[in-house]
């Protein structure tokens, strides 16, 4: 949670938004599916559902910089806990449709 809230002061993010993120790591986390998963692509897709359920615009440019992390790695990470985020709280529930929302917006 610290790496959470750390990551949201930087990116001057909303407290409401902060929350849901909190709520979404510890049912992730208490999933016990993601064990061995890099802490930053975590923390960076965890942010991203999170502001996407709140409806915070958040530039997914920055947050990758400041996660160093990429779109395989979130991708990936995504396909993992897909099944434990809300129904249809992202992108469709479809990584194809995440992956290019994401590289349009990184013009990739």
């Given at each position: 949670?610290?790496?959470?809230?750390?990551?949201?002061?930087?990116?001057?993010?909303?407290?409401?938004?902060?929350?849901?993120?909190?709520?979404?790591?510890?049912?992730?986390?208490?999933?016990?599916?993601?064990?061995?998963s890099?802490?930053?692509v975590?923390?960076?897709?965890?942010l991203?559902?999170?502001?996407k359920?709140?409806?915070?615009?958040?530039?997914?440019?920055?947050?990758?910089?400041?996660?160093?992390?990429?779109?395989?790695?979130?991708?990936?990470?995504?396909?993992?806990?897909?099944?434990?985020?809300?129904?249809?709280?992202?992108?469709?529930?479809?990584?194809?449709?995440?992956?290019?929302?994401?590289?349009?917006?990184?013009?990739?």
């Amino acid at each position: 949670m610290k790496v959470l809230q750390e990551l949201c002061d930087k990116l001057n993010i909303k407290s409401n938004t902060f929350q849901k993120a909190c709520e979404l790591s510890s049912k992730i986390e208490n999933s016990g599916e993601t064990k061995g998963s890099k802490i930053n692509v975590k923390t960076a897709t965890i942010l991203l559902i999170a502001c996407k359920l709140t409806d915070n615009q958040k530039d997914v440019k920055e947050i990758f910089k400041i996660c160093n992390t990429d779109i395989k790695e979130i991708n990936k990470f995504y396909k993992k806990i897909k099944h434990l985020v809300p129904c249809g709280a992202i992108f469709n529930s479809s990584c194809t449709k995440f992956t290019d929302t994401v590289s349009k917006q990184l013009n990739l």
